[in-house]
């Protein structure tokens, strides 16, 4: 009783932002994830973010939700604690991928500066060393654990990063059912979302080194309905997700200051 009690004191739930929500486009925006996520007919669980930063501390999303046990911040009775575990965990995790892409430009650079002065020797050594790729934390490689990183990158391309984040984030603390989960980070256009799911389908669900379909037609609920019941990868339904976060289509939540649970997920002499 006494852990819980102190768990209350730190723990900011998201609340209601917005009540609008069309729940037709959610349905079939759920029902395509679902379909895109599933593993040898196991129902994944997952849920997918996009939102902004409101005031200062503040973060403002929409979500798509198909996982157990979740509770949307609407729901009266229900801590929605899964929804501010993931909203936190997200804002801090997109800040650290945008860093880490500059680290994948710059190594780039590097590469072909010393490939054109014929320089493979140092490429060689470089290429071992790998110094802007972050590494698997201390659960899988002992002491080899990136200083920067809670997550492993499986997979990335210009626009959709897919990793696993590990219990070195202390997540494990929160939810115990949390021991490692998936994510994907998707920029487009200006706007992020995020995706967590327990379940790892083919990475030709997610559309990598793919264009996805543009949505240029009116952003109404109409027009994202047939834009989802239509998509062929992860992409295509997260570029839609941000078109009804934008434009207020579904219920949003707030969490007004994400930095408290962050510095307590980040702190493991904080349980």
């Known amino acids: ?45 997952f849920i997918f973010l996009s939102g902004g930063f409101f005031d200062v501390k503040g973060f403002a999303y929409s979500a798509l939700r198909a ?38 430009f710059a190594y780039d650079e590097i590469k072909e500066i010393l490939k054109s002065q014929k320089r493979e020797d140092l490429w060689a050594i470089l290429e071992e060393k790998l110094p802007f790729i ?25 626009e959709l990063t ?20 998936f994510f994907v980070f998707f920029q487009h256009q200006g706007y992020s979302a995020f995706g967590f799911f327990n379940s790892l389908p083919g990475h030709e669900k997610f559309g990598f080194d793919e264009t996805p379909k543009k949505f240029l037609d009116e952003p109404t609920p109409e027009n994202l309905i047939k834009y989802a019941k239509n998509a062929n990868n992860l992409k295509e ?17 707030l969490v007004e200051d994400y930095e408290v649970l962050l510095n307590k997920l980040l702190e493991a002499d904080s349980f």
């Open 237 to 253: 339904i997260l570029i839609a997700l941000i078109n009804c976060h934008n434009n207020a289509y579904l219920e949003q939540a």
């Open 67 to 104: 996982w157990r046990g979740a509770a949307k911040p609407s729901e009266s009775g229900r801590r929605p604690l899964l929804e501010a575990t993931f909203a936190s965990i997200s804002v801090y995790i997109s800040s650290l991928l945008s860093l880490q892409s500059d680290f994948y």
């Open 162 to 181: 897919l990793g696993e984040i590990y219990p070195s984030v202390y997540l494990t603390q929160v939810i115990s059912s949390i021991k490692s989960r």
């Open 134 to 158: 972050s590494i698997p934390p201390m659960e899988m490689y002992g002491n080899r654990v990136s200083p920067i990183s809670p997550y492993f990158v499986i997979r990335q391309d210009d």
């Open 1 to 45: 009783m006494a852990k819980k009690k102190k768990a209350q004191e730190w723990l900011q739930m998201p609340k209601l932002h917005s009540k609008f929500n069309d729940k037709d486009l959610e349905d079939i925006l759920v029902s395509k994830s679902i379909e895109l996520l599933t593993v040898e007919g196991e129902t994944p669980n």
